[in-house]
């Protein structure tokens, strides 16, 4: 079965562009969560989305936006760039919802804002 | 605020000894645990879990302990092997709320 995959897997992008990074979740799966990672940090949650249809949303800007489609797959968009978006953006896949279900991860989009 | 504390931010253990990752909380509605591991240039893969209505959980050399009352879980790792070289994670949920909240993290390191 194949893993979760993200493209693209690095993203350079300047201060006030806007950027859309996509997600496809292992076949079957219908829950897809995002986070984001920074040095030192923990994962962040962003959103999640379950059948299309966003369950959770993190403590994230408005500028920060997703999506579901009826395949599963999500894309994750932010508009606005700034400095501090700079991050490893990585996507989540489930059978259920909810982030006590096990969770496969793929190796994340590494976006570099300049 | 966090939530989720991992205070040792890297932890070097000699191959074949006991690894011992620890992982703090402070919200008491917290209810279920996970820790993952993260490999670089991977994502995250789930390790082992607990639920609050269990104070310990085993799957091979890796054991899961939870505390309640000192609002602490540690991962033990027993014996340590080169592979398990990688950064852990621990993370919580609430049944209200399924977000996961993330710990910063401890970097393993296995001597050889």
């Known amino acids: 079965k194949a893993g979760v995959t993200q493209t693209p897997r690095y993203l350079i992008k300047t201060r006030g562009q806007q950027v859309t990074l996509s997600c496809s979740p292992i076949s079957g799966h219908r829950s897809v969560s995002w986070y984001q990672q920074t040095p030192g940090q923990g994962l962040q949650f962003l959103f999640e989305?379950?059948?299309?249809?966003?369950?959770n949303k993190g403590n994230f800007p408005g500028r920060f936006s997703g999506r579901q489609f009826s395949n599963s797959r999500s894309e994750m968009n932010v508009s606005t760039l700034e400095l501090g978006d700079s991050a490893l953006y990585l996507c989540a896949s489930s059978f259920l919802a909810g982030g006590n279900n096990e969770q496969f991860f793929g190796p994340g989009t590494r976006l570099t804002v300049l | 605020d966090q939530q989720v504390k991992q205070n040792s931010p890297s932890l070097s253990v000699q191959e074949g000894r006991i690894s011992i990752l620890n992982c703090d909380y402070t919200?008491?509605?917290?209810?279920?645990f996970l820790w993952y591991k993260k490999y670089p240039a991977e994502g995250p893969t789930f390790l082992i879990s607990i639920s609050s209505i269990k104070d310990k959980n085993e799957d091979g050399r890796f054991t899961v302990f939870l505390n309640k009352s000192a609002k602490h879980l540690s991962l033990h790792i027993v014996p340590s092997q080169p592979g398990d070289s990688a950064v852990y994670f621990c993370?919580?949920?609430?049944?209200?709320?399924?977000?996961?909240?993330w710990g910063a993290g401890t970097k393993l390191i296995i001597k050889p």
């Open positions: 919200n008491s509605m917290f209810d279920y």
């Open positions: 989305y379950f059948s299309e249809t966003q369950r």
């Open positions: 993370a919580a949920s609430e049944a209200s709320n399924y977000q996961l909240i």
